[in-house]
C-alpha cells in the first residue's frame, strides 16, 4: 500500500479505501464540515460517520462541496442504536440519505449487536435490520453492508436468518487492544476489520515505548499507530479536527515497522483500555 486511495476489496468485490476519516464526537456545524473538508483535501477518500455522532448533515455539505465526484468519495454511516428493526431501519435509513443529501451510501452498519432499548430481543431486532439492509442493498440504495461491535456470537446468530454476510465488522482496534478471537473469526469468515479509535486514546502519547518507536523511526506516534494498524491487515479511521494532524495521520506509507515492532504493540495489553462489552453497553 503506497497511498490513502489504496484499497482493499470487500466480499462482494467492491473497493474501499485503505484509510478512513473518522467522525466520531466532532460536532456538527463548522467544525464537523471543515475537519472532513480537510481530509479531502488531504487525500482521504472514505468518511467515516454515523447517526449517533449527530453529525451526517456536515459530512454531507463536506462532501459535496470538496469539489471531488461523489462516486469518488466512500462514504460510511450506522443505525442508530434506537432504530433496530425492520421498520425503523428502513425509516432510519432515509432519514441519513436526507441528512447527507445523497442518493446511496457505500457502507452502512449496525453500529451495537445489543442495545440496551432490545436487550431483551436482540436477536429478533437484528434479524428484521438485516432484512432491511439486505433489501437496501439488493435496490442498490447501499453498496455494501456490515456491522459494528459485533462478537462471534452476535454474527452467528445474525447469520441464523442472513441470506448475506456481513462485509465489514468496525471494532475497536489499537495498540494493546487486538480483539484476536473477533479478528480470527472475521478473518475467518471473510470480513474486513475495520479499527476504530486506531489512536486508542490520549494516554498512547505517555507510553513509553510508543515515544522510543516514534523517535526509532522518526514519525509521530500517531503516525506509527496508523501504520501499525495497516501492517496487521486492519482499515484504520483516524480522526482528527485538526488540519495538520489530519495530513499526518495519511503520510504513513513512507515507512514501514519492522516485524517485531508491530508484535511489541500488539503486546501493550491494556495500555490504552479495552473496549466495551457490547452485551452490557448502558446506550
Known sequence: MKALTDCYILSNGVEIPCVGF?????????????SVRAAIDAGYRHIDTAQGYGNEASVGIAVRNSGVARKDIFVTSKLANTEHGYEKTLAAFEGSLKKLDMDYLDLFLIHWPNPI????????????????????????????IGVSNFRPRHIDALMKTATV??????????????????????????????????????????????????AKYNKSI??????????????????????????????????????????????????????????????
Open 165 to 214: 454476510a456481513p462485509m465489514v465488522n468496525q471494532i475497536r482496534l489499537c495498540p494493546g487492544d487486538t480483539q484476536d478471537e473477533v479478528v480470527d473469526y472475521c478473518r475467518a469468515h471473510n470480513i474486513l476489520l475495520e479499527a476504530y479509535s486506531p489512536l486508542g486514546v490520549g494516554r498512547i502519547f505517555d507510553v513509553p515505548q510508543m515515544q522510543a518507536l516514534a
Open 22 to 34: 473518522g467522525t466520531w464526537q466532532t460536532p456538527n456545524g463548522d467544525v464537523a464540515v471543515s
Open 222 to 283: 500517531a503516525q506509527v499507530c496508523v501504520r501499525w494498524s495497516l501492517q496487521r491487515g486492519y482499515l484504520p479511521l483516524p480522526k482528527s479536527v485538526t488540519p495538520a494532524r489530519i495530513r499526518e495521520n495519511a503520510e504513513v506509507f513512507d515507512f514501514e515497522l519492522d516485524p517485531a515492532d508491530v508484535e511489541l504493540v500488539a503486546g501493550l495489553k491494556g495500555c490504552v483500555g479495552y473496549s466495551a462489552d457490547p452485551d452490557t453497553i448502558t446506550w
Open 117 to 144: 432499548a432490545f436487550r431483551d430481543n436482540w436477536q429478533e431486532s437484528n434479524a428484521g435490520t438485516w432484512k432491511a439492509f439486505e433489501e437496501l442493498y439488493a435496490a442498490g440504495r447501499i453498496r455494501s
